[in-house]
């Protein structure tokens, strides 16, 4: 495939959200919206990627991994075709093609992009729209086509007349362009009178009139042009996105023993033969090994790495924590900036009081380490290895229990060396 460059459309204020957050950044899964939109033109190598930002441009710009990428701001909001026209600029003198995506389609696949990149590398068009058929098509662009099926125009929801409104086939939003006809076509738009804006999707219609060669690829994927555009919309790209994370789990061998009260975030990874119990919340940035036993009703939380044949039971939660291997930790406990060493025993109610009312200090708990029942560890602890701490014990702050030693009562003394 040949090279490309990518613009990534965000400046939108995401109206219907009714959010101070700029609509790209809603997490689904526990990643920004615009995120997924990144994961597609990294992973087809694009040259270069513009994410054009307007309403939040400073927090849009702070939340995003910027490898590769250039912000360009949009003044002012003044429809697609002026976000396109910001990064002219930017790519002068390129003359390849130019991916343009928007930023509130998180279900769409890179497999469709490529796909349309190839089609449109070997039809040689001067656009490639990619189109969809939906069951539901309110509120996006339609495809008009003429009696024998050729492409005549995108029209817009607000432009739209009553025969239109049963077109089923939708712009999705996403487009190949040779840069040299988008640039010269987008100096042609005009404002669109009822909307005040300058609308991309009329670029395509003046390709066409100007005698270039004007195609689109049509996806049998019906979720792949869902574009979000309020909280429903959100809620329901996060029910599919979640499911995707599961069926890509239980493919690679972890038993989820009921996928609809089980959430799994972006970027976990768990060893196979390991099992999930119904209401367990798993956060992004996770490892789990294999052969372990997590939940029902657990929470493990960003930066935890759990090694394996460990079991986290009920109602019990970890952050930021690694816990090594053969470990049990079967209830009502939670675990904070801790460290565990292998066969440890977290008793049931074990507490970290990880947090001073300033700053997160860290537990060590070494290898084989006993911890008793609703014993209390006011961090910095170290316990160390086989040491035991009674039921109940207070471990005060900066306290070391040597390896072996038995501990107990508040605050803890040493009982037997
Ligand atoms: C747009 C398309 C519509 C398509 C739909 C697919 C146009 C005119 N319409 O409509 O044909 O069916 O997407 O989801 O393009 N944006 C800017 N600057 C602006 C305005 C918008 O960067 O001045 C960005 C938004 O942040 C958003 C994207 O462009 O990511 C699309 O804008 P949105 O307002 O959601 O357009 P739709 O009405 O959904
Ligand atoms: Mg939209």
Redesign the pocket.
């Known amino acids: 495939m040949s090279g490309f460059c990518s613009i990534i459309?965000?400046?939108?204020k995401?109206t219907r959200m009714k959010s101070k957050v700029p609509?790209?950044l809603h997490p689904i899964c526990g990643r920004p919206m615009i995120e997924y939109m990144l994961d597609i033109t990294r992973s087809l190598r694009s040259l270069k990627t513009y994410i054009?930002t307007?309403y939040g441009a400073a927090k849009v710009k702070a939340a995003v991994r910027a490898d590769g990428v250039e912000f360009v701001l949009?003044p002012q909001?003044?429809?697609?075709a002026?976000?396109v026209r910001r990064v002219e600029p930017r790519l002068k003198g390129f003359r390849g093609t130019v991916l343009i995506l928007?930023?509130?389609?998180p279900l769409l696949s890179r497999d469709i992009v490529r796909a349309l990149l190839a089609k449109h590398h070997q039809a040689k068009a001067a656009v490639t729209v990619l189109t969809a058929i939906i069951d539901h098509p309110q509120?996006?662009?339609r495809i008009i086509r003429d009696d024998t099926g050729s492409f005549l125009a995108?029209r817009?929801q607000k432009d739209i007349n009553d025969q239109e409104t049963q077109i089923k086939e939708?712009?999705?939003?996403v487009y190949c362009f040779e840069a040299p006809r988008l640039f010269e076509a987008l100096k042609k738009v005009r404002l669109n009178a009822r909307k005040k804006?300058f609308?991309?999707?009329d670029v395509v219609e003046l390709l066409l009139a100007a005698g270039h060669p004007v195609d689109t690829f049509t996806t049998q994927d019906v979720q792949a042009?869902f574009?979000v555009?309020d909280r429903r919309d959100l809620a329901q790209a996060e029910a599919i996105i979640r499911r995707r994370i599961l069926q890509e789990h239980m493919r690679n061998g972890v038993t989820i023993i009921n996928p609809d009260t089980t959430y799994i975030e972006a970027n976990v990874k768990i060893g196979s033969d390991t099992v999930i119990h119904p209401c367990t919340v798993i956060h992004s940035d996770v490892r789990i090994g294999s052969g372990c036993l997590i939940g029902p009703f657990a929470r493990i939380r960003p930066g935890s790495r759990i090694a394996d044949k460990v079991e986290i039971g009920n109602f019990t939660e970890i952050s930021r924590t690694s816990i090594g291997s053969d470990v049990f930790m079967k209830h009502f406990s939670f675990l904070g900036d801790a460290r565990v060493g292998a066969k440890a025993n977290i008793g049931a109610g074990v507490v970290t009081a990880n947090f001073d009312g300033v700053a997160k200090n860290k537990t060590t708990i070494g290898p084989g380490a006993l911890i008793g029942s609703d014993a209390i560890m006011v961090a910095p602890v170290t316990i160390g290895s086989r040491a035991v701490v009674g039921a109940g014990a207070v471990v005060t702050k900066h306290t070391r229990v040597p390896a072996g030693a038995v501990v107990r009562g508040v605050p803890a003394k040493i009982f037997k060396e």
């Open positions: 459309l965000a400046a939108g995401g609509k790209v054009v307007g949009q909001l003044r429809g697609t002026d976000a928007c930023g509130d389609t509120g996006y662009g995108i817009e939708i712009n999705v939003g804006e609308y991309l999707t042009g574009g555009n």
